[in-house]
């Protein structure tokens, strides 16, 4: 069965300081894995995708790397923001079930001042 | 519009009653989901249509909820007979492809059994 986790549930950090998110995949075969970010009562914005070539892939703060070998990506938030407090969402893809992707249940992420 | 559309953007209902939710997508995309979240939860996959055919109705929870979609643009979830239960946000998506493809969520339909 395709899997996502992410660690940690939540997450606490001050304005200003960087934080790392963590997913787990067991989806195969892999197509690709993309990062979300979901405000409060909002729909979720894709930050990032990656692809099975790519190691890493950049939008302005946020960092996300993929090791497909390990079926591991990490979102590395860089120099936070009161507006990063939001919950992030990671999503695979399966290359063999066209239509559907595997949701993580996502990290809370708060930036407090 | 530019984005994904979605009415109403809340909805009480009392349980018993049938709710219609609509999804408007982005112009020209061919694919369509449907997902539903609880509070505090996860997204939860419901259906998928590529044009006006569901290849996937996988995710429905009950025959009490169906989903169309006409002319490859907007789709109307029905929820018959509402539940409790069934008070969560639901989303839906567009993508210019299938599953590989970045999904454009709008903003949800936020359905309040009481």
Redesign the interface.
Known sequence: KNQVEQSPQSLIILEGKNCTLQCNYTVSPF??L?W?KQDT??????LT?MTFSENTKSNGRYTATLDADTKQSSLHITASQLSDSASY?C?V???S?????T????TTLTVKP | GAG?SQSPSNKVTEKGKDVELRCDPISGHT?L?W?RQSLG???E?LI?F?GNSA??K?GLPSDRFSAERTGGSVSTLTIQRTQQEDSAVY?C?SSPS???G???????SRLTVL
């Open positions: 197509s690709n993309r979300y009562g909002r729909g979720p914005v894709s995708i969402i999503v893809s399966d290359r079930n066209a239509g559907k992707s949701f993580g249940d996502g | 994904v694919a989901y997902y939860q996860g997204l996959f998928y590529q290849p996937d996988s989303l998506a299938g599953a590989a970045e999904l454009f969520f709008g903003e949800g």
